[in-house]
């Protein structure tokens, strides 16, 4: 069995981020099985030979799916919040027009892999795409997060940080909350400070998520106490996620959630939303709020301070727990299953 995997993510915007990461474990997890030949490239580079194209993204206002394959395609549509929250993406005439070519192309596909049961679901309501086609396949942590957890950091090396701080990592879209989420730090009695890991923060602060997240740290009687971090290297990451109180994820929606693994690897307690798919990642190892609800949080941050040690650790042992359900060999053999029922084997 010949596949070619398209590495597009890995030169583009993605690379780092949960496409990226995605693809780059998932390609080195599938080349451990010595009965798949894997082959990977961009897929404009052409001059390939395959019984199958797995295509890793989905982008909805852009059309990246061929409608003619020379074989049989998969597509891993990670989740649906551009089509969810349109009115706040604004994907304009053009947009809207490659979307209907991107639902074209997405017909001719053999199957779709997605990264929850509650994507899955979406993608049926969204796109139409029948739930036969449709597998959801979790993810897992991403290797890189685990090797640097390995290794120390010299204390020189990190960023400045507050003895007690709970921690936010990842992206500044709408769907993130972020707003949200330090309104609730700044209204609540929590004790510590609120550390925000993003590199998005260090570009564009004219966009309209950077605005909104300035203006409410600006606007908060705690803005002392709201840290943004935004060079800090995947080397340093899991420190960070180390000495933190508590891992929370304030999201309106998630595909999947990886900070949420990222977290119970580095041994620290989650507190996140109850929606979307968060739920499925977390399981019992997690403490839930209704991120729609300022007062709901309010109330999670303001117990986080009460909590006693006892409890933090039994978190802590939850997410551990927890974490063994996720690997990405488990990811590339369920992977390899789709390609399987694909392919007649």
């Known amino acids: ?58 982008d909805f206002f852009f059309h990246t799916l061929p409608f003619i394959n020379p074989t049989k395609v998969v597509v891993t549509i990670h989740d649906t919040i551009p089509l969810i929250y349109q009115d ?16 074209l192309a997405l017909k001719g596909v053999s199957a779709v892999i997605t990264d929850s049961q509650n994507s899955k679901n ?45 921690l936010y990592v990842g992206d500044i879209n709408y769907s993130k909350n ?4 330090i309104k609730a730090f700044s209204d609540s009695t929590y004790d510590g400070d609120l550390v925000i890991v993003s590199r998005a923060m260090g570009g ?50 998630e595909g999947f ?16 939303a109850n929606t979307s798919s968060l739920p499925e990642v977390a399981g019992d190892a997690a403490v839930y709020f209704d991120p729609r609800n300022l007062s709901s949080i309010i109330q999670i941050l303001n117990s986080l301070s009460l909590q006693s040690s006892a409890y933090r650790q039994e978190q802590i042992a939850k997410g551990t727990a927890q974490l063994e359900t996720f690997s990405w060999t488990q990811t590339a053999r369920a992977t390899m299953d789709v ?4 392919l007649g084997l």
């Open 1 to 58: 069995m010949k596949i070619f995997f398209d590495t597009t993510p890995l030169h583009n915007g993605h690379a780092g981020r949960g496409i990226g990461v995605y693809t780059e474990n998932l390609i080195a997890a599938l080349k451990k099985n010595p009965s798949t030949g894997v082959f990977q490239g961009p897929i404009k580079a052409g001059g390939f030979e395959c019984d199958l194209i797995h295509y890793p993204f989905f």
């Open 88 to 103: 706040v993406v604004k994907p304009g005439i053009r947009g809207r027009l490659k979307h209907l070519l991107q639902r």
């Open 122 to 166: 979406d993608i049926v309501r969204y796109l139409g795409v029948p739930q036969h086609k449709i597998f959801a396949i979790p993810l897992a942590v991403d290797e890189k997060f685990v090797q640097f957890s390995q290794i120390k950091p010299k204390p020189s090396a990190l960023p400045p940080l507050p003895d007690k701080y709970i």
């Open 178 to 181: 972020l707003p949200q989420l």
């Open 204 to 253: 564009n602060r004219q966009i309209p998520e950077s605005r909104a997240i300035i203006t409410e740290i600006s606007h908060s009687s705690k803005k002392g106490r709201v840290h943004l971090l935004t060079d800090c290297g995947p080397d340093l990451l899991p420190a960070i996620y180390q000495k933190a109180h508590y891992y929370i994820q304030p999201s309106l929606y």
């Open 257 to 272: 959630g990886l900070p949420l693994l990222e977290a119970f690897y580095a041994r620290i307690p989650v507190a996140c």
């Open 339 to 342: 390609y399987r029922k694909v």
